[in-house]
């Protein structure tokens, strides 16, 4: 599960060394590999990261229940389970968005493909100064993230709100040079995100990741603007499950991906082991496989 963490997106996109999976210690593929997938004789093997949240418990009795033979298999570093899944040692994962799954793509040139979104984490705006958008003047400075994707995603949820235009509307790869200053009501600023939200006493606001709300005395509700999981450009960053290309149409993986859309033990557990702020989605597949597309030609453009 990935949300706005900006200690995390430090290691999600290193995927510069990914060619080391090789090095894993997995036995994930000790069935038989000409026994249907799902049976006891040939589990699907579920890579995630955080396997020790009690929702994944939950989620394999669920699929269990349903007949599907299940091995959740845990990593410690997001940037194992996609050479693992590349490499045949799992059927499908669930950690990333869209978004960390484009960078891993077109850095790895591999075709991994999103097959069902499990929810997505609102990354919001902050202010100490401000009861609300309306109010801070124009001419303020803001504050966003500098890593790269939660700048971007930072832009976005400012120009949703109002407070500035970004080049032919932006994307998952703007940057403060796509900020359109004439045409912006504040000046933006970037800092390490274990800092936005210390910045806020001396700023009319600033993106403030997820992880970083509850020590400042925030809670989600605070947020004066966040993204809109309806909202287009939020695509990019709804968390999905995953699987090779030649597999997106597998009935049981699918099967799988729709136990946990549709699970109410599944999902009360992983919201609270989201502390409240995942909002849980049903995208299409292939709107997932769209957004991801669009994402990739962006970065390539780069």
């Known amino acids: 599960m990935l949300t706005s963490s900006t200690r995390r997106h430090a290691r999600l996109l290193s995927v510069s060394g990914i060619v080391l999976a090789g090095a894993l210690a997995l036995s994930a593929c000790g069935g038989d590999s000409d026994a249907e997938l799902g049976t006891e004789e040939n589990p699907v093997q579920l890579g995630v990261v955080g396997a020790s949240e009690p929702y994944w418990a939950t ?3 669920a699929v269990e229940a349903d007949g599907i033979s299940i091995d959740i298999v845990d990593f410690t570093e997001y940037t194992q389970p996609n050479p693992a899944l590349s490499e045949g040692e799992l059927d499908i994962n669930q950690f990333q968005h869209i978004q960390y799954l484009a960078d891993y793509n077109v850095s790895a040139g591999d075709d991994i493909q999103p097959i069902g979104a499990t929810a997505i984490y609102p990354l919001g705006f902050y202010s100490e100064k401000y009861d609300s ?4 003047p124009d001419g303020e400075e803001v504050v966003v993230p500098n890593d790269s994707v939660n700048r971007a995603r930072g832009l976005l949820v400012l120009q949703s709100a109002g407070l500035i235009t970004l080049r032919d509307g932006g994307n998952a790869s703007s940057n403060l040079e796509d900020v359109i200053a004439e045409e912006s ?3 933006v ?5 274990a800092v936005t939200v210390t910045s806020l006493p001396d700023v009319a606001g600033a993106i403030v990741n997820n992880d970083f709300i509850n020590d400042a005395g925030l809670s989600p509700e605070d947020a ?4 809109d999981p309806n909202d287009e450009a939020a695509l990019p960053y709804v ?5 090779k290309a030649e597999d997106v149409d597998n009935e049981v993986l699918n099967r799988i991906v729709e136990i946990y859309q549709t699970d109410q033990a599944v999902l009360d557990g992983a919201q609270e082991s989201a502390g409240g702020t995942a909002v849980f989605l049903q995208t299409p597949a292939s709107e997932l496989q769209e957004s991801l597309t669009t994402t990739e030609d962006a970065l390539r453009a780069e």
């Open 189 to 193: 600023t970037e800092l390490d995100a």
């Open 239 to 243: 968390n999905i499950f995953a699987t």
């Open 185 to 187: 009501r504040v000046t």
């Open 133 to 136: 958008i309306d109010e801070i």
């Open 224 to 227: 004066l603007a966040e993204d």
């Open 59 to 61: 989620f394999e009795e």
